[in-house]
C-alpha cells in the first residue's frame, strides 16, 4: 500500500454497519481466504462481493484478490498512526 | 508520542498485510527450466542404474536418493512457475497470451507425472512445456529468445533469453 502506507505503520479501523455501507475509494481491512488479512482499497460493490486494489503498481492484482464477501471485511481504516505523526486516512481521489 | 506508545504494545495488535508475498519485481523463467532439466536429469540417471553393477544395497540407496531429488526437483519446477504465474502474468500480460493459464497448468501437469513414475518422456514433456512457458514469460517481457541446448547432460534444447 506504498506510499500511503509504509510497513509497520499502525491503524485505527471502524468495523461497517452493513455492505451499503461499504465506500469504494477507503481502505480495509479483510480476512481473505488464501491471502490471509490483507489492507487495500476499496474498488467497488458488486453483487458477488468487494474487489479490492492496492495503491502500489506491484501490489497483489485485483483479479488475484477476487471478490470478497462482505463477512470477510473487518473494518474500514480511519486513522494512521506512523512515524511521521497522525493522520485521517482519505478516499482515493 | 503515539507512534511510540503504541510500538510498546505492538505484540498485542493484529498486522494485516498489503502484499501476500514481497514484491521484488525479479522474475526469471531461466529457473523453471533448470528445475526441470534437473529433473530429467535425476530420470536419467535412475534409468541408468541397473547397469552400473551396484550391490543391492548400494543400488537401494542410490535409487532411493535420486528418486528423493527428482521429486524435489519436479516440486521445485511447480513452485517456480507458480510464482511467475501468480505474481508477475497479470493485467496486459494476460491479454496477450491467454493461453499463459494453460501453459502453467502443463507444467504443473508434467511434473506431477515425473514425481509419479519414471518415465523418460514425462521428463521431456516437462522440459518442453517449461520452453513454452518460457517463450511466452520472455515475450511479456519485451525480450526475444532463442534455443540453446544446455552443455550438460541431459542435452536437450532450451528456449533462453537473447539478451
Request: net charge positive; charged share 30%.
Amino acid at each position: 500500500m506504498s506510499p500511503t502506507l509504509e510497513n509497520g505503520d499502525y491503524i485505527l479501523i471502524k468495523k461497517p454497519r452493513s455492505q451499503q455501507k461499504l465506500r469504494p475509494g477507503f481502505i480495509y481491512v479483510l480476512n481473505h481466504e488464501r491471502l490471509g488479512r490483507l489492507i487495500k482499497r476499496l474498488d467497488r460493490v458488486e453483487p458477488e462481493g468487494a474487489w479490492f486494489s492496492g495503491d502500489n503498481p506491484r501490489s497483489t492484482p485485483s483479479d488475484r484478490i477476487g471478490a470478497v464477501p462482505p463477512k470477510a471485511i473487518k473494518g474500514q481504516a480511519v486513522l494512521i498512526i506512523s512515524p511521521k505523526g497522525v493522520r485521517r486516512l482519505k478516499p482515493r481521489d | 508520542m503515539l507512534y511510540n506508545l503504541i510500538s510498546k504494545f505492538d505484540d498485542k495488535i493484529a498486522g494485516a498485510s498489503a502484499h501476500c508475498d514481497i514484491p521484488c519485481g525479479i522474475y526469471d523463467a531461466r529457473i523453471v527450466n533448470y528445475y526441470a532439466v534437473s529433473t530429467l536429469r535425476q530420470m536419467d540417471i535412475l534409468l541408468g542404474l541397473k547397469d552400473k553393477g551396484l550391490s543391492d544395497t548400494a543400488f537401494a540407496m542410490q535409487a532411493a536418493r535420486n528418486t528423493a531429488k527428482k521429486e524435489e526437483m519436479a516440486e521445485n519446477t511447480k513452485h517456480q512457475t507458480r510464482i511467475i504465474w501468480g505474481d508477475f502474468m497479470k493485467g496486459d500480460h494476460l491479454k496477450k497470451h491467454p493461453n499463459a493459464h494453460e501453459l502453467a497448468h502443463n507444467i504443473m501437469l508434467a511434473a506431477s507425472a515425473c514425481k509419479q513414475d519414471l518415465h523418460r518422456e514425462d521428463g521431456l514433456k516437462l522440459v518442453e512445456a517449461c520452453n513454452k512457458f518460457a517463450e511466452v514469460f520472455w515475450d511479456m517481457k519485451g525480450v526475444k529468445t532463442k534455443k540453446v541446448v544446455c552443455p550438460y547432460e541431459p542435452k536437450v534444447e532450451l528456449v533462453e533469453p537473447d539478451l
